[in-house]
Nanobody
Framework: QVQLVESGGGLVQPGGSLRLSCAASGFTLAYYAVGWFRQAPGKEREGVSCIVSNSNSIYYADSVKGRFTLSRDNAKNTVYLQMNSLKPEDTAVYYC???????????????WGQGTQVTVSS
């Protein structure tokens, strides 16, 4: 059974940091594309950072470049999103997802975690 479980969300002040984790079970994460997406209230789900299939390059949305870092620990079957210099506009529910995707677009990912809330506020 394919399962993704996110953790690490919470409340942080502007300028602070959080590290999200996404633990996979039931499959080998290294063989698939994996991405982090977020959805704020009233907004569409957007791709934050992804490693797509058949590539070792990492995509970052312009809004998070230089602040967020995606990494993958194959031994732990886990992917991480290190988020630094957080801003109030980063507030959203963050999801990890996997699939045979070629782009960082949510419709190309077919397995999703339950999401974790990130709130950036003073």
């Amino acid at each position: 059974q394919v399962q993704l479980v996110e953790s690490g969300g919470g409340l942080v002040q502007p300028g602070g940091s959080l590290r999200l984790s996404c633990a996979a079970s039931g499959f080998t994460l290294a063989y698939y594309a994996v991405g982090w997406f977020r959805q704020a209230p009233g907004k569409e789900r957007e791709g934050v950072s992804c490693i797509v299939s058949n590539s070792n390059s990492i995509y970052y949305a312009d809004s998070v470049k230089g602040r967020f870092t995606l990494s993958r620990d194959n031994a732990k079957n886990t992917v991480y999103l290190q988020m630094n210099s957080l801003k109030p506009e980063d507030t959203a529910v963050y999801y990890c997802a996997t699939g045979r995707a070629l782009m960082c677009v949510s419709t190309e990912y077919d397995s999703w975690g339950q999401g974790t809330q990130v709130t950036v506020s003073s």
